[in-house]
């Protein structure tokens, strides 16, 4: 089946605009997070949503970052004002929360480039 | 990442072994992964161990000792197309997102012919 998509693949923007970045999960996985990437850097968890609960916002890094999930399919992550610090690749992952092993399996990710 | 620990880089000749290891600390721990990543491509899941012990999946096998917090990747036979960087991530109940994975830098892995 489909796996994770993200679009777009590469987003240059310059300093202090805002960008939308867009994730389709895995059909049927209730579990979605947001992470991101930077140069030489491990991934860094951003937020999570799982099924109709609130989302777990407790890794945005400032009030600039925020996020939606639609319908508990597509999700959205957005970043105003963006910074030249915000450059990094950002990665969604979805996941069956409810298996034992809860995997989960990652988009291909947004590079963002803030010139 | 924080309180994961791996090697930042290693080498290694085609077919041969190698162990890459990973140290963690949590309180709330729920799990190991493994996670290959090629240059400019997504993480894809390799391993995932929760009880001591080691997991085998073809060439690829993990171990996991939870009261060391210490867990390794082996890679047998290696091939070339195995050059990739490997991330080790735990999932700790007691931290930030609850179910979401905390990963170390990962370990950059090359394979030499």
């Known amino acids: 089946g489909a796996g994770v998509s993200q679009s777009p693949s590469n987003k240059v923007t310059e300093k202090g605009k805002d960008v939308e970045l867009r994730c389709d999960p895995i059909?049927?996985?209730?579990?979605l997070y947001w992470y991101r990437q930077s140069l030489g850097q491990g991934l860094e968890f951003l937020i999570y949503?799982?099924?109709?609960?609130?989302?777990?916002k407790s890794g945005l890094p400032s009030d600039r970052f925020s996020a939606e999930r639609t319908g508990g399919s597509v999700s959205t992550l957005t970043i105003q004002r963006t910074q030249q610090e915000d450059s990094a690749v950002y990665l969604c992952?979805?996941?069956?929360?409810?298996?034992?092993?809860?995997?989960?399996?990652f988009g291909p990710g947004t590079r963002l480039t803030v010139l | 990442g924080q309180n994961i620990d791996q090697p930042t880089e290693m080498t290694a000749t085609e077919g041969a072994i190698v162990q890459i290891n990973c140290t963690y600390q949590?309180?709330?721990?729920?799990?190991l992964f493994w996670y290959q990543q090629h240059a400019g491509e997504a993480p894809t899941f390799l391993s995932y161990?929760?009880?001591?012990g080691l997991e085998e999946k073809g060439r690829f096998s993990s171990f996991l000792s939870r009261s060391k917090g210490y867990s390794y990747l082996l890679l047998k036979e290696l091939q070339m197309k195995d050059s990739a960087s490997y991330l080790c991530?735990?999932?700790?109940?007691?931290?930030?997102?609850?179910?979401?994975?905390?990963f170390g830098s990962g370990t950059r892995l090359q394979v030499q012919p």
């Open positions: 161990n929760v009880l001591d």
């Open positions: 991530a735990v999932r700790d109940l007691n931290r930030k997102g609850r179910r979401a994975l905390t």
């Open positions: 949590t309180s709330g721990f729920n799990g």
């Open positions: 949503f799982q099924g109709n609960s609130a989302p777990d």
């Open positions: 059909s049927g996985h209730t579990a």
């Open positions: 992952a979805s996941s069956e929360s409810t298996s034992y092993t809860d995997t989960q399996y």
